[in-house]
């Protein structure tokens, strides 16, 4: 047994976690937080010559071809620095058509999404919290007509996966005609969500079933339970450094022990649950039988523990930390995000419940 | 990162399962006459000469002495599990002394009582708590003079588990009333079967009485049974909290725990139905299933730190912490599940009342116990400090640290 990442995903995690210090400095990072697009192309670039872009895109298709835990390491690395941009969106639809393409549309997309030279994103969510590729209702065909919600960073995209009623995947090109993109003025200002308008819009159905859809989404839980674990000990981080230099009744407040009490017992509630979002990712590659459930459990418990520590990371900051200043605020709402997309922790504790064998 | 075992071990999973075939349970014709206890033992000693348990204890010391393998480890214990043939010795001796005297005693101190401590033949208690000193553990006050070629001591120790079972104490005495605080204390061991010591058994809330209050007066116990040398007793006693920690904070009871949980919401009534099929009911179950497979995935991850010469980091410092949140967690929801089963006298009979009452009366002990294991090994709010100052790095306590005195 071994259970700790491999000396090439430290270094993989470091590299990221580099790049973003030198890239991605607060100032810079609120700057997009606060513009238009929720993106920088450069800092994309960097990452995307990294290999960020096709890291889990197979060989042959010109990627690294490691494994979900790699990714998800990165998503861990990319959400403790805050990173902007279609990450998220980006590495979903590449393992959407890993999993559910045709050779034809690999061939056609996987080396362009793996160089970075083409951006992907996936529409799953509809109207009505419906998340889950069994419960999409839009309906497939030649021709797609309706609405997606909640589709990350569409506006960045070449290509979308959307989900249709019955757990099939269809692939719409972003140039599509009929396709309108609306600004859903999401609460993560740094990965920023649409709605996505289809009107008699071309696409390409894919040839994966409800089983391969249910694979996507695993990955997509796993990816966010890792950010959600890097906002959250981002969060503890930037409580014990505030609480080392603000003073008042003459010491670092640091030294309070009720407030010290209250940081400590963030750290206890989030630092074994890395552990969690490990076994999920290492699950997805490894354990077949244990991977859809071990998705939901991370995806729930994380966020639900990264968004109480972001309520508790406003108090410890006191009048500061309620302002829109206060880069709490950044990783307050990133929690956010995670906790809601793909649906809120206790629509995938009902589904593990489902899944249990009591 | 890899969770399977491979096929070294899956081979030695065979052997064990060999082993365990020929031998648990045994033949009827082998066990004619005998006790259950000396059935098991008689099990055990199979079990160490072939290498099953005792596996970190050396041979001289009555172990089998293998080279540590936590992943052989892993098999014996789930195979044993399995059939439910009977584990190493548990409890005080072999959890906390044993290691204790291995890592920093006498060679004639191991060779006496070691051997006898992991077979069970010798039983122990730990006398550190005293009725003024508690988490504020080094302040304590029981003082030992050697007067000849003994330790004459006197004091009171308190909250003392198991003190009218055990054999022997391994007790914190001040033997250097000059030194500081710390620096003044000794690791004795103590023989329990002496005039000068009194016991006297302390009734829980629970009804049920496993610790005591020790009385020593004019106690003795020979000179050379100190672990350590003088004044180093502080340092000594950090090895055996340690290992104590561990123990109390270990996720190998999740497992049970949640069955427990299961086995009670299926038994209950909600609505009219099996609480089992309550939303809520299901969400919660989850709910608590998200900390213990956290629990149980880090420790993995200490694991294999630790095979690999490594340290865990924060979370080395949260074990106890996490554990016994954990059980707060299921304690509380299982009250919940109990129902009117929440309204019953946990140490009562039940004779009259048939099987029902019995387990929701397991259960309300085990509600209560919950806070017990909170206290006990070192608070929650020592542990909080713990974590804050050592593990985030935060401010010492300026009240606790004027003399280093806090049981961390
Ligand atoms: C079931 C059980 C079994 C036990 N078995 C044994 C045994 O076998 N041998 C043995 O020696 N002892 C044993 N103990 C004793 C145990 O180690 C002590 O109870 C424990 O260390 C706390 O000491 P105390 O009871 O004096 O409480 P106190 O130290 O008086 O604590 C009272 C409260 O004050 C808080 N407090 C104290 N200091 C601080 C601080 N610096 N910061 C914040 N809060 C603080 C504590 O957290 C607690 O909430 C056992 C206890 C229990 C409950």
Redesign the interface.
């Known amino acids: ?6 000396e090439e995903q430290e270094l993989l995690q470091e590299t990221v976690k580099q790049l973003l210090a030198n890239e991605l400095p607060a100032t810079h990072l609120r700057e997009i937080f606060e513009g238009d697009t929720g993106h920088d192309p450069a800092l994309w670039k960097g990452l995307v010559e990294m290999g960020i872009a096709g890291l889990i895109v197979p060989e042959e298709y010109g990627g690294a071809d490691l494994e979900l ?1 790699d990714l998800a390491v990165c998503a861990e690395a990319l959400g403790w620095g805050g990173a902007p941009g279609p990450f998220f969106g980006h590495s979903v639809a590449c393992i959407a058509l890993e999993l559910a393409g045709s050779e034809a549309q690999k061939k056609s997309w996987l080396p362009r999404l793996a160089t970075g030279d083409a951006v992907g994103t996936f529409a799953f969510g509809e109207a009505g919290g419906l998340w889950n590729p069994s419960e999409w209702t839009l309906v497939g065909g030649d021709t797609l007509t309706g609405v997606k919600l909640n589709v990350p960073t569409a506006s960045l995209a070449d290509l979308l996966v959307v989900g249709v009623a019955g757990g099939g995947l269809v692939l719409v090109e972003r140039s599509a005609s009929g396709i309108s993109v609306e600004d859903m003025q999401g609460v993560d200002r740094s990965r920023r969500i649409d709605s996505v308008t289809f009107e008699n819009t071309p696409c390409e159905a894919m040839p994966g079933d409800l089983a391969a859809a249910n694979r996507v989404r695993d990955a997509a839980l796993i990816l966010l339970a890792a950010d959600a674990f890097a906002a959250a000990s981002k969060l ?1 981080d930037m409580c ?1 450094e505030y ?2 230099t603000r003073e008042q009744f003459g ?2 407040i ?2 309070f ?1 009720g407030l ?2 209250q ?3 963030m ?2 509630d989030i ?6 979002y ?2 999920a990712a ?1 699950a997805f590659d ?2 077949p039988e244990e991977s859809e459930r ?1 998705a939901a ?1 991370a995806k ?2 994380i966020s ?1 523990r990264a968004m109480e520590i972001g309520r508790d990371s406003v108090e410890a900051h006191g009048g500061i930390g309620f302002t829109w200043e206060c880069d709490v605020q950044l990783w307050f709402k990133r929690a956010m995000f995670d906790r809601a997309f793909l649906g809120t922790p ?1 629509l995938h ?2 589904r ?2 489902q899944m ?1 064998d ?1 | 990162m890899d969770l399977s075992y491979g096929q070294e071990y899956e081979d030695f999973r065979n052997e064990v399962r060999a082993f365990l075939d020929a031998n648990w349970p045994p033949k009827e014709s082998a066990t004619d006459g005998k006790s259950l206890g000396d059935i098991a033992n008689e099990f055990r000693e199979k079990a160490v000469d072939h290498g099953y348990l005792l596996r970190n204890i050396p041979k001289k010391y009555g172990g089998c002495e293998q080279s540590p393998d936590s992943m052989k480890a892993a098999v014996i214990t789930e195979e044993f599990r399995k059939v439910h043939a009977p584990q190493s010795f548990g409890g005080i001796g072999p959890m906390m002394l044993v290691p204790t005297l291995l890592e920093r005693g006498e060679e004639w101190q191991k060779e006496k009582f070691v051997a006898k401590s992991v077979r069970g033949e010798y039983q122990w208690c730990q006398g550190y708590s005293e009725p003024g000193s508690g988490s504020d553990l080094a302040s304590l006050k029981t003082r030992a003079d050697l007067v000849g070629d003994e330790w004459v001591i006197n004091g009171q120790k308190i909250w003392t588990t198991t003190a009218r079972e055990a054999d022997f104490m391994f007790c914190l005495c001040r033997t250097e009333p000059d030194a500081p605080k710390h620096g003044g204390i000794s690791y004795l061991l103590i023989p329990m079967d002496q005039p000068g010591i009194e016991v006297r058994p302390l009734k829980q809330m629970t009804g049920g009485a496993d610790f005591n209050e020790v009385f020593l007066t004019d106690a003795k116990t020979p000179k050379d049974w100190i672990v350590g040398k003088r004044g180093e007793g502080w340092l000594v006693s950090r090895t055996t909290l340690k290992h104590e920690r561990n123990g109390i904070g270990g996720a190998g009871r999740n497992d049970v725990m949640l069955a427990g949980l299961v086995s009670l919401a299926t038994n209950a009534v909600r609505n009219g139905k099996p609480a089992i099929e309550d939303a809520e009911v299901r969400r919660q179950l989850v709910f608590i299933e998200g900390y213990m497979k956290s629990h149980e995935y880090s420790s993995f991850y200490q694991l294999t730190r630790d095979v690999n010469g490594k340290e865990p980091g924060r979370l080395g410092l949260m074990n106890k912490i996490v554990g016994t949140n954990i059980s707060h967690h299921v304690a509380r929801f299982a009250l919940d599940l109990l129902g009117d089963g929440g309204l019953l006298d946990p140490s009562a009979d039940d004779r009259s009342l048939g099987r029902v009452p019995g387990e929701a009366r397991q259960w309300v002990t085990q509600y209560m116990y919950s806070l017990g294991i909170a206290v006990a090994g070192g608070t929650a709010n020592i542990q909080r400090n713990v974590v804050g100052e050592r593990g985030l790095g935060l401010p010492r306590d300026t009240f606790a640290n004027a003399d280093r005195s806090a049981k961390q």
């Open positions: 047994m071994n259970f700790d990442l491999s835990l503890v014990v609480a080392k010491v670092t640091g030294h022990q010290k009490h940081l400590a017992n750290a206890i630092e074994p649950s890395r552990a969690l490990w076994y290492h490894h354990i071990s459990l729930s418990h639900d206790s504790r009902d593990i419940a249990s009591w």
